[in-house]
């Protein structure tokens, strides 16, 4: 069972993930439990906000469009799902919602995990090192030849 | 505590009709108005008082809930609205109450000030029926002549709302509602 400690982790990394890459984790899953809408996907603004070198004061940032949605699946207890995605797909807020309920879910939390979160988090971890190593390569040192010292 | 239970099924076109029937019953105040939006609210708050709350509450309105409402109530509403809970009546924006119960009094809520007439709080006042009480004649605007009601209400309400009356620019509105039927009671009403 999933520790609801890690509820922010994977929440982070459903709404991160590309929409087809998460589609395709979910397909060969189905069919889930029934869920209906506690909250159907809507879309709106949120203020981002951030701190210059992460100590300075907070400053706005500008307003991103979001997308969230509330999912309840039947069982016992009703487990809710969350989802808060960038943009304005629905269905990746809803997919996320559901994947989010499902982690809660003991008989689903294993396979979740194991078959969209991990390789969603892989995947995430690639793209970024791909990043980083295409940055590096266009590194420029500066040194200096001369000193101006007479 | 996160509620169970869904808000509109349908949230733009809910809640302009819903607005639409809330604005209808304060421009004819005394006409009955329906509200049939399909709403499974959670138990104590009649349908079409949930659909009224779920349409004029956002995260700026500060609501004061009548404590005779149970808790699911209060996480229904904070869910689907974002509103405030506020202990105090005469901050409130809105209030809601189940019933007229005997400690009910005009009193306790806020008339707003010369400066914010506009501040003054709106009630919703749930009745099992807005018919088969004491008739009175309503006169003012939005009435031509004159409009008959019968709400079923204790008999020193109307003392208290001719002094509702007598403030204007002040003054509290209040929105009767049954099960899927409103009634608007402006501040400009007045008792014929």
Known sequence: MLQTSQRPSWMGILAKAPLSLLEDRIRPLEPFPAYDFLRPPEIGLAMVRGRTGGTGSVFNLGEITLTRCVVQMQSQPPLQGFGFVKGRSHRHAELAAVCDALLQHPDWCETIQTQVIEPLKAAALQDHDTQQRHTAATQVNFFTLARGES | ?192
């Not at chain 2, 002094?163 to 003054?171: D, E, K, M, V």
């Not at chain 2, 049954?178 to 400009?188: D, I």
Request: glycine fraction near 8%; charged fraction near 15%.
């Open chain 2, 1 to 192: 505590m996160i509620t169970q239970l869904p808000g509109f099924g349908d949230p733009v076109d809910d809640a302009q009709q819903t607005f639409r029937a809330l604005l209808n019953a304060l421009s004819h105040p005394g006409r009955l108005h329906t509200l049939s939006t399909p709403l499974t609210p959670p138990g104590g708050l009649t349908p079409a008082c949930g659909a009224a709350c779920l349409t004029l509450l956002d995260l700026e309105t500060w609501v004061w809930l009548s404590p005779a409402f149970q808790t699911d109530v209060k996480a229904w509403l904070q869910f689907h609205t974002g509103c405030r809970f506020t202990p105090d009546p005469q901050s409130a924006n809105f209030a809601i109450l189940p019933d007229m119960d005997a400690k009910f009094s005009l009193n306790h809520f806020n008339m707003g000030t010369a400066e914010q007439p506009e501040q003054s709080t709106t009630l919703f006042i749930q009745l099992q029926t807005l018919i088969g009480g004491k008739p009175v004649l309503l006169k003012g605007p939005g009435i031509q002549d004159q409009q008959g009601i019968d709400l079923p209400l204790p008999d020193d309400f109307w003392q208290e709302w001719q002094q509702n009356t007598q403030n204007y620019p002040l003054g509290i509105d209040i929105f009767f509602v049954s099960q899927n039927q409103v009634m608007g009671l402006p501040r400009t009403t007045q008792l014929i």
